[in-house]
């Protein structure tokens, strides 16, 4: 943006904040989505440590390849809850981007100097690059400048 150039920045606070929503309802998403895998891996694991003592319980024993099958089962629920877990990163992340985006914005609002111009487009830009994942960066270039993605098109696994 030009010095000479009159910047509103009303409807540039207002485009940023509806960009920090769309990302916190993107990171809540995750957060319900992976929340929910780990409760049935969780559920899944309880369910095959109850058939076991069950089965210890019982008269008959228990074979070999019983307690073979249910080692199997509780890896399985084991490597999906950790799995699930791992989305931590990403959410802390996406929250750390949106803090230092609203500190950054917050500077440049305070600022009364001419200087905010070249501040605001460095602050678009800054926000932008610190975005590691696909989605935050198509989600940016939706908001902000309009750009179209594969983000209006309906998909499952959109974060």
Partial sequence: MKENQKINYFDQCQQLLQLFESQLNGAREEVLA????????FE????VVNELQLLGKSDQG????VISEKCISMNGSLVACISSLQFTDEVCQRIEHLS???????KILDDENNGRYV???ELMNGIRQSYS?????????????????KLDEPSEDLF
């Fill in 34 to 41: 992976r929340s929910n895998a780990l409760s049935s891996s």
């Fill in 44 to 47: 899944g694991l309880f369910d």
């Fill in 62 to 65: 228990i074979s070999s390849e």
């Fill in 100 to 106: 230092s985006g609203i500190k950054s914005m917050s």
């Fill in 119 to 121: 501040a605001w487009d």
């Fill in 133 to 149: 994942v696909s989605e935050e960066r198509e989600i940016f270039d939706r908001v902000i400048h309009g750009v179209s993605s």
